[in-house]
């Protein structure tokens, strides 16, 4: 399965192949922070400042990923093959597709890939199950309105633009926009 | 008094006890036995219990005095000579003993009894008797407030932009709000938002002063590889709290904490959803006693097959879930994008479903509990290939008012609105189009001002999408033009409105500088 989800604030790309990930069940926990790659986390107190000095809070800080977000800049790994903004890019019948690798746990590398795949044939707005179900230059995301195959953009003005009443919105593929 | 039958064995029994008590009578009274001579020989010196009598030698209670003085707004007692009237308020004790304690108070000496709880409202209805300048019948001020008491806030009001924004997200990738919310307390507004700073999408939090300035440096909320997205944020009354969608676990699942006033995390993240599946596109309102989520869950999907189902759960004000995720929608098709408001004692939640093979605009009604209220009721309605998208919600004078866009026949798009009258129940009003004709409107947000909706969205009419915002009645009909929210180079999109003091807080993504990025502005209130 393969798809991205979008929405007000973001649409998430259906998983990919290469980011295929199976959830399974779990048993209800009230710590989420139960990671062995993180660290516990360790509590303070506050207090609720000049409007409310009368007001403690036991506060909760949690460390994060280890090196924190500076050094986790590496965490995200892009990796292009081919460009899914250039027509041709991937030859005939092929279409040139983001592709994500998620980590396998809350601290792990996220790895973003462009690949050329046989195209599928969903054009804008077009329902999708799998981003291999949209023609090159789009992909398959989670709208929020059914999934449906987006043109690609780019967030910073670039080209390709989208057609009026469209904006390049935003995604979880950091490199690209989709027009909604 | 028949003389045969039952009427005649009762009267034996009677006429026996009396003998019994006459023949104890020895010329020595013992008061305690009961026995008396005169009705002094049985006064327990007790007002309360009534007059004692005596009667045929024996002591008979009296008849306990009745104090109920039918004034709904006393406490009535009866207080023995010498007893006191207690603290109970100020009391006037009558020669009876009844003693009635007053419960109206007028504490800021308006003239007014403040409101009581669990007293009706003729015991006292000024609605802050802290505050001598709001009572009932006050002069209606453009603050924020009720200053009549009529339940209504800066009714009449009209608002204008302050023409200043304020940008709050500096990097070069790609950044969207998750919320906004008023701190009364600490006169600060609360943003969320999420950009890939730091590799992969993360949620953070920042304190801005009324005018929307930074007040403190902003804080990450999330801090994993995974994405983040999301971050709706409520203001509970003492502390901030927020819910998103997380992925760290290698599935976007629904997160929830609570947060002090500078965003500090007051517990560790609570993952609130455990499915197979996505768990996305969050929503959070506070009842004031719980917190509401509502999301769309892909848990339901049967053989990859797509099919996201709207879900509600509760969580107690320190953050603990109560009970289980609660399924709201049960068709085969796809129930996404929830949006929820809090009513009178009803939940509210307006959500896209393509049931029937059309997406539309649905909404359902639950109590406070989530047990459901109401049917789903089809809000919006089909008109060719018409899309429908991004539905908001808020409960306005007795209904949930839901707002959305939805693309015409024309081929552009425009919002459109229905209320749904639920105090009392009624049938649904409209779809009215609200905004649109013949340029592009989208991403609606709408307020309540209890008499009038303010809405704000973004409309293409001058080329680049720019913000709007306009005034409607509880009816949907406009009574105030159109204002230019903000306005640059570039697409501005998806206002937010919070009310936060005198101002109504608007948060939206702006791509003036090149790159998506947050902005806050105000709209100020221009009367009366």
């Known amino acids: 399965m393969s798809r991205f989800a979008l929405g007000l604030g973001f649409f998430a790309m259906a998983a990919a192949v290469a980011g295929c990930v199976s959830s399974e069940p779990r048993s209800r926990s009230r710590d989420a922070s139960a990671d062995a790659s993180r660290d516990a986390g360790r509590i303070g107190r506050r207090d609720g400042g000049p409007s409310d000095a009368s007001y403690t809070y036991d506060v909760w800080v949690d460390p994060g990923c280890p090196g924190g977000p500076v050094e986790r800049d590496g965490g995200a790994v892009f990796v292009r093959t081919c460009d899914p903004y250039a027509p041709g890019a991937c030859g005939p019948g092929a279409a040139c597709y983001p592709v994500v690798t998620y980590p396998t746990g809350p601290c792990g590398d996220e790895v973003f890939l462009t690949e050329c795949w046989p195209a599928g044939p969903g054009g804008q707005g077009d329902h999708c199950v799998s981003t291999f179900d949209c023609e090159h230059g789009y992909s398959c995301f989670v709208t929020g309105e059914g999934n449906q195959c987006l043109q690609l953009c780019d967030q910073s003005g670039g080209e390709p633009r989208c057609p009026r009443g469209l904006i390049c919105g935003w995604t979880d593929l950091p490199e690209f926009g989709a027009c909604n | ?528």
């Open chain 2, 1 to 528: 008094m028949t003389s045969g039958g039952r009427g005649a064995s009762l009267g034996a029994a009677w006429i026996a006890m009396v003998i019994g008590a006459c023949g104890a009578r020895t010329g020595v009274i013992d008061p305690d036995a009961g026995q008396c001579v005169t009705d002094d020989d049985c006064d327990d010196t007790r007002a309360c219990n009534g007059v004692e009598r005596c009667v045929e030698g024996r002591c008979r209670a009296g008849v306990a005095l009745a104090c109920d003085d039918d004034d709904p707004c006393t406490v009535d007692e009866c207080v023995e000579p010498g007893g006191g009237a207690g603290d109970g308020g100020a009391a006037d004790a009558g020669a009876s003993g009844c003693v009635h304690h007053v419960l109206r108070e007028d504490a800021d000496e308006d003239g007014f009894d403040g409101v009581m709880s669990d007293l009706p409202a003729v015991c006292g209805d000024d609605c802050d008797d802290s505050d001598p300048t709001v009572f009932p019948g006050a002069p209606e001020r453009c603050n924020g407030r009720d200053d009549d008491c009529d339940g209504q806030v800066d009714e009449g009001a009209s608002y204008m932009p302050e023409g200043r924004d304020v940008r709050l997200t500096f990097d070069d990738t790609p950044s969207s709000y998750g919320g906004l919310a008023w701190n009364p307390s600490a006169e600060s507004w609360a943003a969320t938002y999420w950009d890939y700073g730091g590799g992969s999408a993360d949620v953070s939090f920042v304190e801005l002063e009324p005018t929307g300035e930074p007040r403190a440096p902003p804080m990450l909320l999330t801090n994993d590889s995974g994405d983040a997205f999301g971050a709706n944020i409520v203001w509970t009354g003492r502390e901030h709290a927020v819910v998103w969608q997380d992925r760290r676990d290698g599935d976007y699942e629904v997160y929830f904490n609570r947060l002090a006033p500078d965003g500090a995390k007051l517990a560790p993240d609570l993952r609130v959803t455990y499915a197979p599946g996505w768990s996305i596109n969050t929503s959070l309102a506070w009842t004031g006693a719980e917190f509401v989520i509502a999301w769309q869950d892909g848990r339901d999907e049967v053989e990859a097959i797509e099919n996201y189902e709207i879900y509600l759960a509760f969580l107690d004000r320190d953050g603990f879930e109560i009970g289980d995720d609660i399924r709201l929608t049960h068709d085969l098709a796809n129930s996404e994008s929830p949006a929820i408001a809090i009513g009178a004692d009803e939940i509210g939640v307006a959500f896209l479903d393509g049931r029937g093979g059309a997406q539309r605009i649905w909404f359902v009604t639950t109590d406070m509990q989530g047990a459901r209220t109401s049917e789903d009721l089809p809000v919006s309605v089909v008109a060719g290939s018409s899309r429908t998208r991004d539905p908001v919600v808020v409960w306005a004078d007795g209904a949930f008012v839901v707002a959305w866009e939805q693309e015409s026949l024309a081929g552009d798009t425009d919002i459109l609105a229905a209320r749904i009258p639920r105090a009392p129940v009624g049938p649904i009003e409209g779809p009215t189009v609200l905004a649109g004709g013949e340029s592009f409107a989208r991403g609606p947000s709408l307020l309540s001002n209890g008499d009038r909706l303010v809405l704000a969205y973004a409309d293409d009419r001058g080329g680049d999408f720019d913000l709007w915002a306009a005034v409607y009645d509880p009816g949907l009909t406009r009574i105030a033009p159109d204002v230019l929210v903000s306005s640059a180079p570039g697409d501005g999109v998806y206002p937010f409105l919070r009310r936060g003091g005198t101002a109504i807080g608007v948060l939206f993504n702006d791509q003036r500088d090149g790159n998506w990025e947050v902005y806050f502005t105000r709209l100020l209130c221009a009367g009366p």
